[in-house]
Each structure stands twice: as C-alpha cells, then as structure tokens.
C-alpha cells in the first residue's frame, strides 16, 4: 500500500476498493442465480441435453477475470502494490549504484 496518504486519499481508496469488491459480490450472486435458471430449464424445461454447460464456463471465466482484476490487480490490490514496490526497490538499487 502507498505509504504517504493523507486521510482523506485513503478514504478514497478504500471507498474504491470497497466499490469494486461489493460489484464482484454481486456479479457473483446474479451468475449463481442465472446459472441455477438456465441449469434447470436444459434439464426439466428443454430436454435432456446439458447445453447448460456453455453459458456457465463462459460466464465463469468472466466472473475468475473480474475477481482477478478487483481482489489481485486493482487499485490497492495486495499482488499490485508488492509488485510495485519491488520495482521501487529495484529502480533505487539500480539508480545508487556507482
């Protein structure tokens, strides 16, 4: 995490992080929800064949992107900041050597 914020940056932040985590939340709820709809319309609804599969896998690579970028690569992200400091640190090591 950035370490000179004043109190009213942080707010910021975490109102930001907070934001995009409660839209993943509710990503998550509406695929349960459609993907349970669409699971029992291919298999009581529409015959037999599980077609049901498809929406679900596409959908859920979606929602694994979306929760990659908001709990991994956002803004204020754990990986992202200590990726971001290690190159800090990498670049002031390189800028006092002699």
Excluded: C
């Excluded at 509710?26 to 009581?44: E, G, K, M, T």
């Excluded at 599980?50 to 896998?57: A, G, I, N, Q």
């Excluded at 803004?75 to 670049?91: I, N, S």
């Amino acid at each position: 995490m950035p370490t000179h914020l004043s109190p009213e940056e942080l707010d910021v932040l975490a109102r930001r992080r907070a934001i995009a985590k409660l839209g993943w939340y509710v990503h998550a709820v509406a695929f349960v929800l459609v993907n349970a709809v669409i699971f029992a319309l291919s298999r009581y609804a529409f015959g037999s064949r599980p077609w049901s599969v498809y929406p679900l896998l596409g959908w859920g690579l979606g929602l694994v992107l979306h929760g990659v970028s908001v709990f991994l690569l956002g803004t204020g992200g754990d990986l992202r900041e200590r990726m971001v400091q290690r190159e800090r640190e990498a670049l002031q090591r390189r800028q006092n050597r002699p």
